[in-house]
């Protein structure tokens, strides 16, 4: 009898034991159920950070490669220059195009922002200019203040847009480049190719200067004088004026006296004369 029950009880405690391989089969599917609906999941989840990283790098690469660039007005009464697209009240001035480049120029930006300078020359809104009446841009002002870095390549394409400019009679001058621009400017002689006497500190010191050249513009109908009497170009007249009217000594120390006739049109607001 005792020796029954013993065989009865250790036949109950292997029982349980034959269960267990089905037991394991069952967790094991269910783990596997489980790994097989979460790696989707996690795959799911990738691609879409995956997408986002590669939508985020494009549009800083199109940014970058199209930067923005903005025509600059006077704020009536001040001598601040903003954007004409977000200050309509703000107003230009015949034959002057103020220019703001709000990036680093490099060579991959640096065609684009010539055709934008491009279509400026040619693209004037007349309804907010003011100044004397000249039918076309005599100088164009790049405010350079947003430009933290300019490559060799950009340097280059800023000579060659001196040079396009120079051929149709056209001046360009830099207003308010940093430190590290200016230096790469110098040393690579754009600088000195472009006049160091172009190059100022305030937006508004570059129009007042370029304003008197326009205003100096003898705009009234003549009949037309001989060749033989004047071959000159504009831009050669206004280097030979410019070294004449401003020595060097009066550009390094900062003194540009206002020369506009008391006369002038009343339109305009007096052009502040800036002494050091």
């Known amino acids: 009898m005792a020796a029954n029950r013993i065989r009865q009880r250790s036949q109950g405690r292997e029982r349980p034991s034959r269960d267990e391989p089905e037991r394991a089969r069952v967790s094991n599917l269910r783990e596997s159920g489980e790994r097989q ?15 986002m990283v590669g939508v985020s790098l494009a549009f800083v690469i199109h940014e970058s490669a199209n930067p923005h660039v903005a025509v600059l007005g006077r704020l009536p009464g001040t001598t601040i220059y903003r954007n004409v697209q977000q200050y309509p009240e703000a107003y230009t001035y015949n034959g002057i195009v103020v220019v703001r480049i709000d990036a ?26 003011r100044g004397p ?24 394409a800023l000579k060659d847009l001196h040079q396009e400019y120079k051929s ?18 110098t040393r690579s002689g754009v600088v000195e190719l472009i006049g160091k006497e172009w190059f100022f500190v305030r937006v508004h010191d570059a129009v007042q200067v370029c304003l008197q050249h326009v205003q100096s513009l003898d705009v009234s109908p003549k009949a037309p004088k001989p060749l033989s009497e004047d071959k000159s170009t504009f831009f050669q007249r206004l280097s030979k004026q410019r070294t004449e009217e401003f020595p060097t000594a009066d550009l390094e120390s900062g003194e540009r006296h206002s020369r506009i006739s008391k006369d002038a049109d009343p339109q305009l607001e007096p052009l502040l004369s800036r002494k050091s």
């Open 37 to 51: 609906v979460a790696t989707p999941m996690v795959t799911n989840q990738s691609n879409q950070r995956g997408l």
């Open 168 to 185: 149709r009679d056209i001046q360009m001058a830099i207003a308010n480049p940093n430190r590290e621009v200016l230096l790469a400017l």
């Open 133 to 156: 009446e000249v039918e076309r841009v005599y100088f164009v002002i790049i405010e350079m203040a947003p430009v933290t870095y300019i490559d060799s390549s950009a340097v280059q």
């Open 104 to 129: 680093p120029i490099y060579f991959a930006n640096i065609s684009y922002i010539k055709d934008r300078l491009r279509e400026f020359e040619f693209e004037v809104d007349k309804s907010t200019n």
